[in-house]
């Protein structure tokens, strides 16, 4: 069974602007979209950076704020107000935007907001803007088997592919991370390890930790690992 990936629960055509609409605009737009932040985008709608309502807020640098002030605070601010008016998404975005690929697993999604601790992330297709996520659109996604993932990686990878008895290394997967321990013939067949088991459905972050008996890379020097 194939996970569900970031197309599969993003929001869809997520509202946008691009460097040269007016913060005006932005703030009408950044109100009305789902995230707390709205994507500046290029001609071709790929995502250049974000504008957030912080970013908003340091532009128009308390110009709105109604407590009481003096004659020559207020016209400070209303000099701020107009200075604010003038500029663009383009001078105020942070760059670049946090993306994450249409085809990225769930599992995999949910692990980038948690890390980086990102309160939503737009989703592109082929670079071009196609949806934005948060954390609600993966909690409550159910994540494949730590069980299921170790049998897949047994025989797809080790099996089948890499002709490997999978008695003979050590898989272990914890909440989708997966730890590979032991020992295969080559350095390449244990490089060849992790990068398959990172395409495995449901898998989140792979931890390579297998050695290898011959370094066959160009460059090898062909010793045995870790003498």
């Not at 197309?7 to 055509?13: K, L, S, W, Y």
């Not at 909690?139 to 080790?158: C, E, L, N, Q």
């Not at 080559?186 to 050695?211: C, I, K, T, W």
Request: one cysteine or more; aromatic letters at 4%.
């Amino acid at each position: 069974m194939s996970e569900l990936t970031a197309r599969d629960v993003m929001t869809p055509d997520p509202r946008s602007v691009t460097p040269e609409t007016d913060l005006g605009t932005v703030a009408r737009v950044l109100a009305a979209a789902e995230a707390g932040a709205v994507a500046v985008v290029d001609a071709r709608g790929r995502p250049v950076g974000v504008v957030s309502e912080a970013d908003l807020m340091c532009a128009w640098g308390g110009a709105r704020h109604r407590a009481r002030r003096t004659w020559l605070e207020w016209q400070r601010a209303k000099q701020r107000l107009r200075s604010a008016q003038d500029r663009r998404a383009g001078d105020v975005m942070t760059s670049p935007a946090s993306t994450v690929d249409a085809a990225t697993p769930v599992s995999r999604v949910a692990r980038e907001l948690e890390q980086r601790r990102l309160r939503w992330m737009f989703v592109v297709d082929d670079g071009v803007l196609a949806g934005v996520l948060s954390y609600r659109h993966v909690a409550g996604v159910p994540a494949r088997p730590d069980d299921d993932i170790r049998h897949d990686i047994a025989t797809d990878v080790f099996t089948r592919i890499l002709w490997v008895e999978p008695d003979t290394v050590g898989i272990a997967v914890e909440h989708g991370v997966v730890t590979l321990l032991g020992q295969v013939e080559s350095r390449s067949d244990a490089e060849l390890a992790g990068r398959l088991a990172r395409g495995v459905p449901g898998v989140a972050e792979v931890r390579n930790r297998l050695g290898y008996v011959w370094d066959d890379t160009p460059d090898g020097t062909r010793v045995k690992s870790g003498s």
